[in-house]
T-cell receptor
Framework: AQSVTQPDIHITVSEGASLELRCNYS??????LFWYVQSPGQGLQLLLK??????LVQGIKGFEAEFKRSQSSFNLRKPSVHWSDAAEYFC????????????FGPGTSLSVIP | ETGVTQSPTHLIKTRGQQVTLRCSSQ?????VSWYQQALGQGPQFIFQ???????GRGNFPPRFSGLQFPNYSSELNVNALELDDSALYLC??????????????FGPGTRLTVT
């Protein structure tokens, strides 16, 4: 069965610092990978996705993620964090039978120090 | 803003009662998925509807049921509510993307509290 782990429950960074959020997954065949962000009291917003092709994926709000098949990882990065980036971040993988039925990781909570 | 709406925003129910949550999908999307997000956890897939028929189900009991209507709006029904059903319920609509891949667009959720 597909699964997603996010090793960091909570991360705190200073505004302007770089950010990397870790994600590891297990999958059967071709993984469909996603990063979502959830602000307090809000639904989920898709930051970026990987289906195939270039393993470095660019997303919205200056985020990028790199798919590394050998490490079963899909880490999210941002070169310079803004205070508005404080939120909960979820890595997710598409189910083997249908990549439209997404399995989410437990999330990483990001705090930003001014 | 995604165009997916959910109602109500918040709801308080008593254990044993029944509840219906509603979702209006983004225009043109023929697939809707429902997720349960307990406090401090990631969303858990409940089920998906495609063209008014259930198209996959997660590890949830039969007292969780759904409907999808011809206008692509949908409902999530939960019978015999339990305290552990307290959660944020999210719906997500989707349709084939330009790159052949599906993208889900999430609504803001309904916060259900069972007392």
């Amino acid at each position: 069965a597909q699964s997603v782990t996010q090793p960091d429950i909570h991360i705190t960074v200073s505004e302007g610092a770089s950010l990397e959020l870790r994600c590891n997954y297990s999958y059967g065949a071709t993984p469909y990978l996603f990063w979502y962000v959830q602000s307090p009291g809000q639904g989920l917003q898709l930051l970026l996705k990987y289906f195939s092709g270039d393993t470095l994926v660019q997303g919205i709000k200056g985020f990028e993620a790199e798919f590394k098949r050998s490490q079963s990882s899909f880490n999210l990065r941002k070169p310079s964090v803004h205070w508005s980036d404080a939120a909960e971040y979820f890595c997710a993988v598409g189910d083997e039978t249908s990549y439209d039925k997404v399995i989410f990781g437990p999330g990483t909570s990001l705090s930003v120090i001014p | 803003e995604t165009g997916v709406t959910q109602s109500p925003t918040h709801l308080i129910k008593t254990r044993g009662q029944q509840v219906t949550l509603r979702c209006s999908s983004q225009s043109g999307h023929n697939t809707v998925s429902w997720y349960q997000q307990a406090l401090g956890q990631g969303p858990q897939f409940i089920f998906q509807y495609y063209r008014e028929e259930e198209n996959g189900r997660g590890n949830f009991p039969p007292r969780f049921s759904g409907l999808q209507f011809p206008n692509y709006s949908s409902e999530l029904n939960v019978n015999a509510l339990e305290l552990d059903d307290s959660a944020l319920y999210l719906c997500a609509s989707s349709a084939p993307g330009l790159a052949g891949g599906y993208e889900q667009y999430f609504g803001p959720g309904t916060r259900l509290t069972v007392t």
